[in-house]
């Protein structure tokens, strides 16, 4: 079959991401035949015109979006993104009901939409943009499947994890059973161990990936799928289970060489959820990078958990710089209410064996939750400014979604009245810290130069991101908060 496959992100901070979703995807239909034509809306300076000129080039049989995120998840400042990605499907509609060369049964293409943003509320989303399909979760296996079964003229509603328009609509989007990262509803025809992803390199040939690395400075790679952690806001268990699954060591090494040597980047972002955990898989992976000798720098998402010296001495030797640990808060009570399983002693522990290993750190906070008061703000605030760290990144409010512990709270205590309300952009923030959260974080920040608040103060004017990337600068934003752009090294891709 002919398929364009679009990605429709284009959120350009604080770097442009690259649709890595999308290219296992790509290469999972690839390898069964299918012409692909990739385009990639981040880059786009029309993408109305670009989608409109594309459907009239290629006639494509299969339309498929991929949607990366329902809005920027920041408060105050919000950005919502479904009525951009409403236009982009109605154009494609549009430019499509053109075209005479569309060699399908109804002479117009089937679209499909996917991606994590369509997986969070399947339903609803299969509404709110008026197409055929959606794959929730997954789409190695799933993808495939539903195109195979569009050729044979089958109902692709057999599919674990896709949606069709012509289904009954269910009182809940998310009532049913939960698609779990690759494993649905049990059906007879289909059966999949959401392991394929795992055996496969992703098609970045079929994207700009080196101006990615140009403009973002940076290639992302996942080493595991799946969650074990039970954080109630957290949205991972939902969309990619809550049981890890692990790509071999080699196999991730493989592919960051694969990288350097095509591409000439060096400068990676491992984007699983939490990258040490489980602690043997992240030595495995520094083991297989010490060996290599590729002579590249990585940064990753991590948890204070396991966190010890001799692990982050050895992340160091493989290469990594700097970590985003996702600490949310450095109170007690706090921490326990958002159900985050380590402590406030483990918090200065990991920024301390951070600084004996040399790894930068950031720590990721999110002030608001339940039980959050003007002293719990105040506790964390001042521990974690003791920690000394190379940047924070401050979250006021928690964005609640469904399936998740605190958006099933939400509903049964009022919070969020219907199911619906989710799909738009909605906050949860303590009653007791309503009006002095606010204030608060933007004085405590505006004395420090290294407190990012996405939510509440612009931190970054686009013209300044464009000439940091411009002059090589390849490490993540935040590494310059501390010491600024000409004290810190620059690094340049050779």
Same mark, same amino acid.
């Given at each position: 079959?002919?398929?364009?496959?679009?990605?429709?992100?284009?959120?350009?901070?604080?770097?442009?991401?690259?649709?890595?979703?999308?290219?296992?995807?790509?290469?999972?239909?690839?390898?069964?035949?299918?012409?692909?034509?990739?385009?990639?809306?981040?880059?786009?300076?029309?993408?109305?015109?670009?989608?409109?000129?594309?459907?009239?080039?290629?006639?494509?049989?299969?339309?498929?979006?991929?949607?990366?995120?329902?809005?920027?998840?920041?408060?105050?400042?919000?950005?919502?993104?479904?009525? %951009?990605?409403?236009?982009?499907?109605?154009?494609?509609?549009?430019?499509?009901?053109?075209?005479?060369?569309?060699?399908?049964?109804?002479?117009?293409?089937?679209? +499909?939409?996917g991606?994590?943003?369509?997986?969070?509320?399947?339903?609803?989303?299969?509404?709110?943009?008026?197409?055929?399909?959606?794959?929730?979760?997954?789409?190695?296996?799933?993808?495939?499947?539903?195109?195979?079964?569009?050729?044979?003229?089958?109902?692709?509603?057999?599919?674990p994890?896709?949606?069709?328009?012509?289904?009954?609509?269910?009182?809940l989007?998310?009532?049913?059973?939960?698609?779990?990262?690759?494993?649905?509803?049990?059906q007879?025809?289909?059966?999949?161990?959401? *392991?394929?992803?795992? @055996?496969? +390199?992703?098609?970045?040939?079929?994207?700009? !990936?080196? @101006?990615?690395g140009?403009?973002?400075?940076?290639?992302?790679?996942?080493?595991?799928?799946?969650?074990?952690?039970?954080?109630?806001?957290?949205?991972?268990?939902? $969309?990619?289970?809550?049981?890890?699954?692990?790509?071999?060591?080699?196999?991730v090494?493989?592919?960051?060489?694969?990288?350097?040597?095509?591409?000439?980047?060096?400068?990676?972002?491992?984007?699983?959820?939490v990258?040490?955990?489980?602690?043997?898989?992240?030595?495995?992976?520094?083991?297989?990078?010490?060996? @290599?000798?590729?002579? !590249?720098?990585?940064?990753?998402?991590?948890?204070?958990?396991?966190?010890?010296?001799?692990? $982050?001495?050895?992340?160091?030797?493989?290469?990594?710089?700097?970590?985003?640990?996702?600490?949310?808060?450095?109170?007690?009570?706090?921490?326990?209410?958002?159900?985050? #399983?380590?402590s406030? %002693?483990?918090?200065?522990?990991?920024?301390?064996?951070?600084?004996?290993?040399? +790894?930068?750190?950031?720590? *990721?906070?999110?002030?608001? #939750?339940? #039980?959050?008061?003007?002293?719990?703000?105040?506790?964390?605030? @001042?521990?974690?400014?003791?920690?000394?760290?190379?940047?924070?990144?401050?979250?006021?409010?928690?964005?609640?979604?469904?399936?998740?512990?605190?958006?099933?709270?939400?509903?049964?205590?009022?919070?969020?009245?219907?199911a619906?309300?989710?799909?738009?952009?909605?906050?949860?923030?303590?009653?007791?810290?309503?009006?002095?959260?606010?204030?608060?974080?933007?004085?405590?920040?505006?004395?420090?130069?290294?407190?990012?608040?996405?939510?509440?103060?612009?931190?970054?004017?686009?013209?300044?991101?464009?000439?940091?990337?411009?002059? #090589?600068?390849?490490?993540?934003?935040?590494h310059?908060?501390?010491?600024?752009?000409?004290?810190?090294?620059?690094?340049?891709?050779?």
């Amino acid at each position: 079959m002919k398929l364009l496959l679009i990605s429709a992100n284009r959120e350009p901070f604080p770097d442009p991401v690259f649709p890595l979703g999308l290219a296992y995807v790509a290469e999972a239909v690839r390898r069964q035949g299918h012409e692909i034509r990739v385009l990639d809306l981040a880059f786009s300076k029309s993408p109305v015109q670009d989608i409109a000129r594309v459907v009239a080039e290629e006639s494509p049989e299969v339309i498929a979006f991929s949607f990366r995120n329902l809005d920027n998840a920041a408060y105050p400042l919000t950005r919502f993104y479904l009525p %951009d990605y409403q236009t982009l499907v109605q154009t494609a509609k549009d430019a499509a009901a053109l075209s005479r060369k569309i060699k399908t049964p109804s002479g117009r293409p089937w679209l +499909i939409a996917g991606g994590s943003a369509f997986s969070l509320m399947p339903r609803m989303m299969l509404d709110a943009l008026g197409v055929d399909y959606g794959v929730e979760g997954e789409g190695e296996d799933a993808f495939p499947a539903l195109l195979w079964a569009l050729e044979e003229g089958l109902s692709p509603l057999d599919i674990p994890g896709v949606f069709g328009a012509e289904q009954i609509p269910l009182p809940l989007a998310f009532s049913e059973q939960s698609f779990k990262g690759g494993i649905s509803r049990s059906q007879k025809k289909y059966s999949f161990d959401g *392991s394929t992803w795992s @055996r496969m +390199i992703p098609a970045r040939d079929l994207f700009q !990936i080196r @101006r990615y690395g140009r403009v973002g400075g940076m290639a992302n790679i996942q080493t595991k799928r799946g969650c074990v952690f039970h954080c109630r806001y957290c949205t991972y268990p939902v $969309l990619e289970g809550s049981t890890h699954r692990l790509r071999d060591p080699e196999s991730v090494a493989d592919e960051i060489q694969e990288i350097v040597e095509r591409d000439h980047i060096r400068s990676f972002f491992f984007v699983d959820s939490v990258f040490n955990i489980p602690t043997s898989h992240a030595e495995g992976i520094a083991d297989a990078l010490i060996r @290599r000798k590729l002579r !590249i720098r990585w940064s990753a998402y991590a948890s204070p958990s396991g966190l010890t010296l001799p692990i $982050l001495q050895k992340m160091a030797a493989a290469g990594c710089d700097g970590l985003e640990v996702g600490s949310d808060s450095a109170d007690k009570s706090t921490l326990v209410a958002l159900g985050k #399983g380590f402590s406030r %002693d483990q918090i200065l522990d990991v920024s301390e064996h951070c600084r004996k290993a040399g +790894i930068a750190l950031c720590h *990721s906070l999110i002030f608001g #939750g339940p #039980g959050e008061t003007p002293e719990t703000v105040k506790n964390t605030c @001042r521990t974690i400014d003791e920690t000394k760290p190379m940047a924070v990144v401050v979250m006021a409010g928690v964005r609640l979604y469904p399936r998740t512990p605190m958006g099933d709270w939400a509903l049964e205590t009022g919070h969020v009245k219907e199911a619906k309300d989710f799909l738009a952009p909605v906050f949860y923030i303590d009653p007791s810290v309503k009006t002095f959260l606010l204030p608060y974080l933007e004085q405590f920040a505006a004395k420090r130069g290294n407190w990012i608040l996405p939510g509440v103060v612009a931190p970054l004017r686009p013209i300044t991101q464009k000439l940091i990337r411009f002059v #090589g600068y390849k490490k993540p934003l935040w590494h310059l908060l501390r010491y600024g752009v000409f004290k810190d090294r620059v690094y340049r891709d050779r």
